[in-house]
């Protein structure tokens, strides 16, 4: 089967760092993405993992390991700003190359 | 550059008429569009794959009848809500993946669907 899990809710201070894991089991695996969503508002791109390993973009860094099933995104020197739901999702190989969504970890940060 | 755009951004409707969304990639070409539907506080739901020049292809438990996809060009989806109800009211997204990318998805901004 297809499944894609990870925390439902997490909370954070402003200028800490959280991390957010995802673990998948998807046949077909390709590679990781990781989405961010403020509420009302459509998904936006923060991350592609095709390789095990650690990509940072500023400060955000996601991280992947094929062999275990599980990803983290990495997020910095937190912002007010950064308050949103974050999507895990696993692309899939087969036809049309769709991505698994996970439900999505809703994050807070507190002042 | 690979926007995408959504038509309209909200929609009321009553219930047992129709509503058209439209989805287009403004600097990019996109033979395989995909249509979402969320639900408050819930991830995406991956409703159907919509591929230029071809049939659809819907997830299990999504009526092709009901939610009418056209792919007609390169550059343009679109989704129409046939006869809609109270139930389908909804936050619907589309995305696009740009020709030649193997699997990123640019979203467009997407649609709020009230049905009274």
Redesign the interface.
Not at chain 2, 102 to 110: A, K, L, V
């Given at each position: 089967g297809q499944n894609i899990d990870q925390p439902t809710e997490m909370t954070a201070t402003e200028g800490a760092i959280v991390q957010i894991n995802c673990t998948y089991q998807t046949s077909g695996f390709n590679g990781l993405f990781w989405y961010q969503q403020h509420a009302g508002e459509a998904p936006t791109f923060l991350s592609y993992n095709v390789l095990d390993g650690l990509e940072e973009k500023g400060r955000f860094s996601s991280f992947l390991s094929r062999s275990k099933g599980y990803s983290y995104l990495l997020l910095k020197e937190l912002q007010m700003k950064d308050s949103a739901s974050y999507l895990c999702a696993a692309s899939h190989a087969g036809n049309n190359r769709k991505l698994i969504w996970g439900l999505g970890t809703s994050l807070a940060v507190n002042p | 550059g690979a926007v995408v755009s959504q038509h309209p951004s909200r929609v009321i409707c009553k219930s047992g008429t129709s509503v058209k969304i439209e989805c287009r990639s403004l600097d990019f070409q996109a033979t395989?569009m995909?249509w979402y539907r969320q639900f408050p506080?819930?991830?995406?739901?991956?409703m159907a794959?919509s591929?230029e020049g071809s049939k659809a292809?819907y997830e299990q438990g999504v009526e092709k009848d009901k939610f009418l996809i056209n792919h007609a060009s390169l550059t343009l989806s679109t989704l129409t809500v046939t006869s809609a109800h109270p139930e389908d009211s909804s936050?619907y997204?589309c995305s696009a993946?740009e020709n030649g990318k193997?699997?990123?998805?640019?979203?467009?901004?997407?649609t709020?669907l009230t049905v009274t």
């Open positions: - | 395989t995909f506080k819930q991830s995406l739901m991956l794959t591929n292809t936050f997204i993946r193997t699997y990123e998805q640019y979203f467009g901004p997407g709020r």
